[in-house]
């Protein structure tokens, strides 16, 4: 599992999510999406994802 969401439809779509952010440049919403990646990888798949990422 990494932060790509290859094979989990929710990390592709928060992924989606920060990615977007990312490039309309809205750092609070790209904080957010980053956090509930982190959070989901983290209750739904067991991992934690490495820094920086």
Known sequence: ???SGRGC????RI????DKAARECDR???ADARVKL???VREVHG???P???
């Open 47 to 49: 991992q934690e994802l």
């Open 15 to 18: 992924t989606q999510q920060m």
């Open 38 to 40: 982190r959070l989901h």
């Open 1 to 3: 599992m990494d932060a």
């Open 28 to 30: 609070s919403a790209e």
């Open 9 to 12: 439809a929710a990390c592709a």
């Open 51 to 53: 820094w920086p990422w």
